[in-house]
């Protein structure tokens, strides 16, 4: 599927190709809920960082967070102008990005189900609204986007 996305400023147009597309992966932890979540999560999708076509590169800005005492190696694009999450990429997967599904302007798929992640880290404020077959963890789940697509059957 071509995700096509954008800022809230239109400084920053961006497309890129996904197989796994379905926003069902909510992530309450703090560098999430601070840099990108007004809900209290953020949604990360994941393409083909070779397909990643960006016009407007000159107005986005990378920081990258500082967990536990040490830098992370992700690096999150946002524009520099509106402030807007654009995408995740990190060289340690230098195959994968991960557009944020609040910034892409392509209808997206509704999830079966979803999954919950973080929740150890969630703010006290934020819900958590959870449906019975949505699968919850404190940290990390036990499977990748690309597994939860395969398993829901879902890819494409």
């Not at 798929?109 to 979803?114: C, D, E, L, N, V």
Request: proline letters at 6%.
């Amino acid at each position: 599927m071509l995700l096509k996305g954008s800022c809230h400023c239109q400084a920053v147009t961006f497309s890129v190709k996904s197989h796994h597309p379905y926003p069902f992966n909510r992530c309450y932890c703090s560098v999430c809920r601070k840099t990108a979540g007004g809900g209290g999560y953020a949604i990360n999708l994941s393409g083909e960082s070779k397909t990643l076509n960006v016009s407007g590169n000159e107005h986005i800005s990378v920081y990258r967070a500082v967990i536990n005492g040490v830098q992370s190696t992700g690096e999150r694009h946002f524009c520099k102008h509106c402030a807007t999450s654009l995408w995740v990429y990190d060289p340690d997967w230098p195959d994968l990005v991960h557009p944020f599904a609040s910034a892409v302007d392509t209808p997206l798929p509704t999830p079966p189900k979803r999954t919950h992640m973080m929740l150890g880290s969630r703010a006290d404020w934020v819900e958590v609204n959870a449906q019975f077959q949505d699968k919850c963890f404190d940290e990390y789940p036990d499977e990748s986007l690309a597994e939860w697509h395969q398993r829901q059957g879902l890819e494409r």
